[in-house]
Nanobody
């Protein structure tokens, strides 16, 4: 399973960006898809998750500002980021928990990071 992320960039505080991540390759089933972020000096942390059952989850730091959505037909997950703050500056990584074949257990897959920079 390969994940291709896009949509990062430079934006002023208060602005918006939309990230996209498309999964491809040998995919039997994608369970959960989400976004993590990591600053140069911090650990990778969960930002938002779209669960296979349709629910979503957010970290407290982004709740109310970010919205995750998922298109199961195209195996794509989106992250709409509004009211961006300088502290949102980070590399954002797409994550998918997926099975490649019917008889294989799900594994965690990662896309390349896409950089989001929010200027004050």
């Amino acid at each position: 399973v390969q994940l291709q992320a896009s949509g990062g960039g430079l934006v002023q505080a208060g602005g918006s960006l939309r990230l996209s991540c498309a999964a491809s390759g040998n995919i039997f089933r994608i369970h959960d898809m989400g976004w993590y972020r990591q600053t140069p000096v911090g650990q990778r942390e969960l930002a938002a998750m779209a669960f296979s059952g349709g629910g979503t989850g957010y970290s407290d730091t982004v709740k109310g500002r970010f919205t995750i959505s998922r298109d199961s037909a195209t195996n794509t997950v989106y992250l709409q980021m509004n009211s961006l703050k300088p502290e949102d500056t980070a590399a954002y990584y797409c994550n998918a928990r997926a099975s490649s074949y019917i008889d294989t257990p799900p594994g965690d897959y990662w896309g390349q990071g896409t950089l989001v920079t929010v200027s004050s």
